[in-house]
Antibody, heavy 121, light 110 residues
């Protein structure tokens, strides 16, 4: 059974940092792209970042470019999202999701339950 | 302002059919596959449709997808109250170098 478990969310002051983790199990992690998608309270989905299966390629939404960094550890089946210079409008639930292929960021067939990030003083 | 445009809400009676539109541009829907997701309140999204019109395993054939030019459509037949949810379209956008989602459509089964 495919499982994705996010952790690392919490309350952070604007300008602060935190690192989200997503532990994967139940599939061959190293051959699938992974993405992070966020959802502000009461709002729609916003794709944040994606990383290819090998980790060689990364992509970001313009709203987070230069502040967020995605990475993965294929030996530990984990994908990370480093968030720096947090802003209040970064607040929301952050989901990690598995792509259908090695470079597929759009078709996300499994999702975690999300971890909540709150940017507030 | 989402790169993909969906109606905020649609509604129909139980047993009827509803369609949800998703309008984009040549840099996203016009070139790349469209996927669709269903989300119930407080839960993670679920993949409903891939490659414009292919249903992942376990998705019932009451759900269908199509694409024409820079627009895509999700169709749901035999509506049930359990279909009440938010629906999102998504596609890769080559101009942005990112995945873009529609703003979401809330389906009400009256």
């Amino acid at each position: 059974e495919v499982q994705l478990a996010e952790s690392g969310g919490g309350l952070v002051q604007p300008g602060g940092s935190l690192r989200l983790s997503c532990a994967a199990s139940g599939f061959t992690f190293s051959i699938y792209a992974m993405s992070w998608v966020r959802q502000a309270p009461g709002k729609g989905l916003e794709w944040v970042s994606g990383i290819s299966a090998s980790g060689d390629w990364t992509h970001y939404a313009d709203s987070v470019k230069g502040r967020f960094t995605i990475s993965r550890d294929n030996s530990n089946n984990t994908v990370y999202l480093q968030i720096n210079s947090l802003r209040a409008d970064d607040t929301g639930a952050y989901y990690c999701a598995k792509g259908l292929g090695s470079g597929n960021y759009n078709e996300l067939d499994y999702w975690g339950q999300g971890t909540l990030v709150t940017g507030s003083s | 302002q989402s790169a993909l445009t969906q109606p905020p809400s649609v509604s129909a009676a139980p047993g009827q059919k509803v369609t949800i539109s998703c309008s984009g541009s040549s840099s996203n829907i016009g070139t790349y596959w469209v996927s669709w997701y269903q989300q119930f309140p407080g839960t993670a999204p679920k993949l409903l449709m891939v490659e414009n019109n292919k249903r992942p395993s376990g998705i019932r054939d009451r759900f269908s997808g199509s694409k024409s030019g820079t627009s895509a459509t999700l169709g749901i037949t035999g509506l049930q109250t359990g279909d009440e949810a938010d629906y999102y379209c998504g596609a890769w956008d080559s101009r942005l170098g990112a995945v873009v989602f529609g703003g979401g459509t809330k389906l009400t089964v009256l």
